[in-house]
């Protein structure tokens, strides 16, 4: 009987592979859309498999310098991506069965022109490894992160919240959203839990986020927890001129026009300009758009507050991109912390004396969060800490700091009744000095 040209998910597994293969280039992992994938079974179990090699990457590493006696081949085309793949589903997601597992990656490079050749070491590999499942499935938890980055978070925030940082990683992150206004019926509706002020969570669901309850009617946007702290510490007076530097993708400048603000939202990307006047269109929301560099932007009059979310190593979103431990550097922290004290020292110009000034990174890295708030003490000498009050943080009251800075992280406590964790966020609130 000949063979089947085209076996039942091998499409969807060389799909996983390619996208496996651009993040361990260096790419930020996307999921795929209903554009790539059309059918929902087949994209939930595409985006599962690749999120779990990639949660999974350490542990994988160490199973990898075991079954390989001469590590990875060079220039194999998509052996690597495919061997990841398959190792997550063999040792980390039993439930999808080993024969798939077997089958499809040997299928999976035959398909590649560059790795065909190697289609007995795969077999030959994978076979090994399911000789020895009970005990590569049992590697510990401590793998997960890279051991330089796993000694800074320990030192930062101790051993005990390192380790609820492993569980959060494995258990990714939920669905969030910020309501436009209190409802508790549509709440019901959607399925969610209150998670404090105007956020509630979606701890599972079945299909994607435009097909949600009041999605269509603008009722709500998608935004971590943490990411929605910020924007509520903006203090202004209601009509003032408030700017969301780095806006896109818009979910700050959502909250800063819904609470009453006249609010210019500014960044340097045209097509995340787009997506944001896309997110503000849906939720009949207008604020002025402005294209330009926050390192250089200069208003034609100066701001009542601004809300600065700068670029960062973006660690504290390692729930939903578990790629970032793995590719941040300490050049990489420095490079962005730099970056970050130019559109401090900008924002401070663009600001009314008096003016408040909110700065906030989604990184757990010290020299992009606490760090830079001495920075701004020395070099900065117009602006004073403005610090947050435990009232403004409801149940994150735990989040303050002594100085009055806020520090998010995944090792809090959630709200009783509360499933999953929270990404990590730095706050740091500024009044400008002067007449």
């Known amino acids: ?121 795969m077999n030959a590999v994978l076979r090994r490894a399911q000789a020895n499942s009970a ?46 206004a209190e409802d508790s019926e549509l709440i019901e509706a959607l399925g969610a839990t209150p998670l404090g002020l105007d956020t509630v969570r979606i701890a599972s669901r079945d299909r994607p986020v435009e097909a949600l309850f009041g999605y269509d009617e603008g009722r709500w946007w998608v935004q971590d927890a943490a990411a929605a702290v910020p924007a509520r510490l903006v203090t202004a007076d209601t009509g003032a001129r408030v700017a969301d530097f780095c806006a896109a993708p818009g979910g700050k400048t959502a909250q800063l026009v819904n609470a009453g603000y006249a609010v210019t939202a500014l960044d340097s990307d045209a097509q995340r300009v787009e997506r944001l006047t896309e997110n503000l269109n849906r939720l009949g929301f207008a604020a002025e758009i402005a294209i330009g560099d926050a390192a250089s932007f200069r208003p034609a009059s100066r701001f009542d507050a601004i809300l600065l979310d700068a670029p960062c190593t973006a660690t504290g979103t390692f729930r939903r991109h578990p790629e970032v431990i793995w590719h941040r550097s300490d050049r990489d922290v420095a490079g962005r912390a730099q970056l970050q004290r130019q559109l401090l020292a900008n924002a401070v110009d663009c600001l009314n004396p008096g003016g408040v000034l909110v700065y906030c990174v989604c990184s757990l890295e010290p020299e992009e969060g606490e760090e830079q708030v001495a920075w701004v003490a020395e070099h900065l000498k117009s602006l004073e ?24 992280h995944p090792g809090l406590d959630l709200p009783e009744g509360v499933e999953g964790s929270i990404d990590g966020f730095f706050v740091a609130r500024f009044r400008r000095l002067g007449g």
Do not use: C
């Open 135 to 180: 005990r590569l499935s049992g590697l510990g938890d401590d793998l997960l992160l890279p051991p330089a980055l796993r000694a800074r978070w320990v030192e930062a925030y101790g051993e005990a919240n390192v380790e609820r940082f492993a569980t959060a990683l494995l258990e990714g992150a939920p669905l969030d959203l910020t309501l436009k």
């Open 1 to 121: 009987m000949p063979k089947e040209k085209n076996p039942p998910g091998l499409k969807l597994r060389l799909l996983a592979a390619e996208r496996l293969r651009a993040v361990l280039g260096g790419n930020n992992f996307a999921p795929f859309s209903a554009a790539e994938i059309a059918d929902s079974r087949d994209r939930a179990l595409a985006n599962r498999l690749v999120t779990t090699a990639l949660r999974r990457h350490g542990q994988i590493d160490v199973a990898l310098a075991e079954l390989l006696d001469r590590g990875l081949p060079k220039k194999a085309g998509s052996f690597e991506a495919v061997l990841r793949l398959s190792l997550a589903q063999l040792l980390f997601l039993p439930d999808l069965g080993a024969h798939s597992a077997l089958f499809l990656a040997v299928e999976a490079v035959k398909a590649d022109p560059k790795a065909r050749h190697l289609a007995g070491l």
């Open 385 to 408: 800490l403005l610090p947050v009050a435990a009232e403004e943080l409801g149940w994150l009251a735990p989040a303050l700091r002594p100085d009055g800075t806020v520090r998010i």
